[in-house]
């Protein structure tokens, strides 16, 4: 009876946090990129995309398309939120690195 409660409670803690979920990652602080600001990226495109967007981030010259795991590496997320976004990589790599993390964890949800 009471792990049926606690149960219970629980899916519905989850279910909470799924419909509230998000991709939007609203940054700390305007970020300021080529004469415009931020302060947030969507990166619900990642659902659009293809093997191919992985396959091709992953061998971006950089020889990452071997390792062990890739599809984690901070440089392979960057070029797929990149790619969902419509954004240069380059906006991506000149955030704040606690803007970064928060977006590399949020893109690994759509892996």
Do not use: C, Q
């Not at 960057?78 to 977006?103: C, D, H, N, Q, W």
Request: proline share 3%; aromatic share 10%.
């Amino acid at each position: 009876m009471i792990g049926e409660k606690m149960s219970k409670e629980l899916e519905k803690d989850i279910e909470v946090v799924e419909k509230n979920d998000t991709a939007v990652i609203v940054f700390d602080e305007p970020y300021k990129w080529e004469g415009k600001e931020y302060t947030s990226v969507d990166i619900s495109n990642m659902k659009n995309l293809k093997g191919i967007d992985l396959i091709e981030s992953l061998d971006n010259g950089n020889g990452l398309s071997t390792s062990v795991n890739g599809e984690y590496n901070i440089k392979t997320i960057m070029s797929l939120v990149s790619r969902a976004t419509g954004i240069p990589v380059e906006f991506f790599e000149y955030l704040p690195i606690k803007e970064v993390i928060k977006i590399k964890y949020k893109a690994i949800r759509f892996l």
